[in-house]
């Protein structure tokens, strides 16, 4: 059964930065594209990132291209969102997601998702 579970999450003032961590368990991590999302109060979940098995691809969405980095180590099963200068309206639940597929593109199904974790952004 396959586990995802984040961590890092919290309060911030605007400007500051916080680093989510999500550890992966039941299948082998290094075979699937990984990604995080957020979902703030009354909106939809949407995209924040994506990054190829081997780490060597990445994609952002627009809003926190340039501000937040994705990565991961295959050899701790774990994917990383640094995230920095961070806005107000960038207070949600972020979500880890584990994607089918091995190649990354928009529209590839979710196979799993992890319980999210909270970011408060404070002005």
């Not at 961590?21 to 039941?26: E, F, L, T």
């Not at 060597?56 to 994917?79: H, Q």
Request: proline share 2%; charged share 15%; net charge positive.
């Amino acid at each position: 059964q396959v586990q995802l579970v984040e961590s890092g999450g919290g309060l911030v003032q605007a400007g500051g930065s916080l680093r989510l961590s999500c550890v992966a368990s039941g299948r082998t991590f290094s075979r699937h594209v990984m990604g995080w999302f957020r979902q703030a109060p009354g909106k939809e979940r949407e995209f924040v990132a994506a990054i190829s098995t081997s780490g060597a691809r990445t994609y952002y969405a627009d809003s926190v291209r340039g501000r937040f980095t994705i990565s991961r180590d295959n050899a701790e099963s774990t994917v990383y969102l640094q995230m920095n200068g961070l806005k107000p309206d960038e207070t949600a639940v972020y979500y880890c997601a584990q994607y089918s597929v091995s190649l990354y593109y928009i529209g590839a199904r979710i196979d799993y998702w992890g319980q999210g974790t909270q970011v408060t952004v404070s002005s």
